[in-house]
């Protein structure tokens, strides 16, 4: 089947400790996106990737940092700089030969820490 | 800049009844828009989405939606609501020819018995 995984479903830290999120997909996609999402909220956009080795800063890239030095996987590092951390966290993928911009998102990772 | 507004944060039908969920947009050119939808704890599902082709969008599970440029509005509509529609619709639009999406506040979707 193809589609993007993320990993862990929750995932539990402790305050002060950097935590990296995984993100995977196998649909060929050239670009990569992480989410972050909040009660109540629409998703907000924390950085970006349209090709492999560059990503770009989202609206609110402070306290996070990634890396694309695959393809296929777009992990998500959250600091200890991120002052609110706890949060639901979605990956998603797009085709940028597609002129449409559809995004394919991932399950999710729900990170509380404490 | 473009922007999305759904005009309700919560709707709520009964089993069987037509629902209507709204969203205007906020573009200066010919936008991509998109409706999701996310059950509780889930990713986000694509439902339908328009590119400038029919101004009347098909999508999953019965849900359509009309693109009105005179109104600037794409409203998601569905005949008969079903229990498992409950979840949260997010009204999108893309964001120039970056691939970026922007994503309304959401739409709690109940469906009573």
């Known amino acids: 089947d193809g589609g993007i995984t993320q990993s862990p479903k929750y995932l539990f830290r402790k305050e002060g400790q950097n935590v990296t999120l995984s993100c995977e997909q196998n649909?060929?996609?050239?670009?990569m996106y992480w989410y972050r999402q909040d009660p109540g909220q629409g998703l907000r956009l924390i950085y970006y990737s349209q090709i492999v080795n560059d990503f770009q800063k989202g609206d609110i890239a402070e306290g996070y940092s990634v890396s694309r030095e695959k393809k296929e996987s777009f992990p998500l590092t959250v600091t200890s700089a991120q002052k609110n951390p706890t949060a639901f966290y979605l990956c998603?993928?797009?085709?940028?030969?597609?002129?449409?911009?559809?995004?394919?998102f991932g399950p999710g990772t729900r990170l509380t820490v404490t | 800049a473009q922007s999305v507004t759904q005009l309700d944060s919560h709707v709520s039908v009964s089993e069987g009844t037509p629902v209507l969920l709204r969203c205007n947009y906020s573009?200066?050119?010919?936008?991509?828009l998109f409706w999701y939808v996310q059950h509780p704890n889930k990713g986000l599902q694509l439902l339908l989405k328009?590119?400038?082709?029919?101004?009347l969008v098909k999508g999953i599970n019965g849900f359509e939606a009309e693109f009105k440029k005179s109104e600037t509005s794409f409203h998601l509509t569905k005949p008969s609501a079903h229990m498992s529609d409950a979840a949260e619709y997010f009204c999108?639009?893309?964001?120039?020819?970056?691939?970026?999406?922007?994503f309304g506040q959401g739409t709690t979707l109940q469906v009573k018995p």
């Open positions: 328009y590119t400038s082709a029919a101004t």
């Open positions: 998603a993928s797009s085709s940028r030969v597609q002129s449409s911009y559809e995004q394919y």
């Open positions: 573009s200066s050119y010919s936008p991509s």
């Open positions: 649909l060929n996609h050239d670009a």
């Open positions: 999108v639009v893309a964001s120039g020819n970056t691939g970026k999406l922007i």
